[in-house]
């Protein structure tokens, strides 16, 4: 295995171990979270409040040793509270620019439903371009840049909910659920003094992140698997009970994802397992289910499940060590 893709293992597991001091019994989610930072991609976390999301990205950002910014997204905000404002300085005579929280390199975007969809859109280009233009002048967002964003599934009383062309900038969608009855006794001792949040520290440099980065795009994927990818995502396209289907770039995220998944266990190539392993994270939220679907309780998931089970996996060798 080439030496850079085993230090994007040895990244992972390092990374891995840190975090799970703090979000105990999530060893799932750290595993999307940190193939999320290693795809250079964004994600939406659909869970009730309290189950730990925002002390996830604190985690996240003091392992890293990135900087952290919260936004608490409210109905009344405005883009240029994400984006930053221009203030004129009476001693200069010029403008100033004064940045918003989204200038950071992990950003928690609380309740995002919460904010009006102008709002919303002002993250738009953050996400997709890793750029903000305020005034006419372009500013470019620190590298590393994540955003981890936030909804509440239960609570849509003055919410608004995200377009679908903002819902395929996440890269994934997780859920954290709530913890085992052990896991959460766990909890209760380890905050019994302090927080565990304050015993974390920085444990990789930012060099070592863009370097892992960079690493996973060697990961070998045979024309097999890339076919598998997109007829998933085909099939999204195509089946009766959605109305809009998977696009080319949850095809593209799909591909990613499985050279992440295969670096972080130590692999130099996709395996079939890979995909399927991801394919719920990265689909789901990219599809719109129709109506009548719908009124039977059918949901993303479970058509997602049902294309895994019916679209044929491909065999053979897939290292492309006999090409």
Same mark, same amino acid.
């Given at each position: ?103 950071? @390199?992990?950003?928690?975007?609380? #309740?995002?439903?919460?904010?009006? =969809? ?23 967002? =620190? $590298? ?8 509440? =599934?239960? !609570?849509?009383?003055?919410?608004? =909910? ?39 520290? !920085?444990?990789?440099? #930012? ?23 997109? !007829? ?7 089946? #009766? ?55 039977? $309780?059918?949901?993303?998931? @479970?058509?997602?499940? #049902? ?14 060590? $006999?090409?």
């Amino acid at each position: 295995m080439d030496e850079k893709l085993h230090q994007v293992k040895q990244f992972s597991e390092k990374l891995m171990r840190n975090l799970e001091k703090v979000i105990v019994g999530k060893s799932v989610i750290l595993d999307q979270v940190i193939i999320g930072l290693l795809c250079q991609g964004h994600l939406l976390i659909d869970d009730v409040p309290g189950v730990g999301k925002t002390v996830l990205a604190k985690s996240l950002s003091k392992s890293l040793g990135c900087s952290f910014n919260r936004i608490q997204f409210t109905p009344d905000m405005l883009p240029s509270d994400v984006t930053g404002v221009s203030i004129f300085n009476q001693n200069t005579r010029e403008f100033e620019f004064r940045p918003g929280p989204i200038l950071a @390199q992990i950003v928690l975007a609380d #309740e995002i439903n919460r904010a009006t =969809p102008k709002t919303q859109s002002s993250l738009l280009e953050a996400m997709e371009e890793r750029q903000i233009t305020v005034d006419g002048v372009t500013y470019i967002l =620190p $590298n590393p840049f994540m955003v981890l964003a936030t909804q509440n =599934p239960i !609570e849509y009383e003055g919410t608004f =909910p995200l377009p679908e062309a903002q819902l395929d900038r996440f890269l994934m969608r997780i859920k954290m659920g709530y913890p085992n009855l052990m896991d959460e006794i766990h909890i209760l001792e380890l905050q019994q003094l302090r927080h565990p949040i304050e015993d974390i520290s !920085e444990i990789v440099t #930012e060099k070592e992140i863009l370097e892992a980065q960079e690493a996973i795009k060697t990961v070998y994927i045979s024309d097999p698997i890339k076919r598998y990818i997109v !007829e998933l995502s085909r099939a999204t396209r195509n089946h #009766e009970d959605v109305y809009l289907g998977v696009s080319p770039r949850g095809s593209l995220s799909l591909y990613r994802v499985s050279q992440a998944r295969a670096a972080t266990l130590g692999r130099d190539f996709v395996l079939p397992d890979d995909v399927k392993s991801l394919a719920n994270y990265v689909m789901g939220h990219r599809m719109v289910i129709q109506p009548s679907a719908r009124l039977r $309780n059918l949901s993303a998931d @479970q058509i997602v499940s #049902e294309i895994l089970n019916t679209v044929r996996v491909p065999g053979g060798d897939f290292s492309g060590r $006999n090409d």
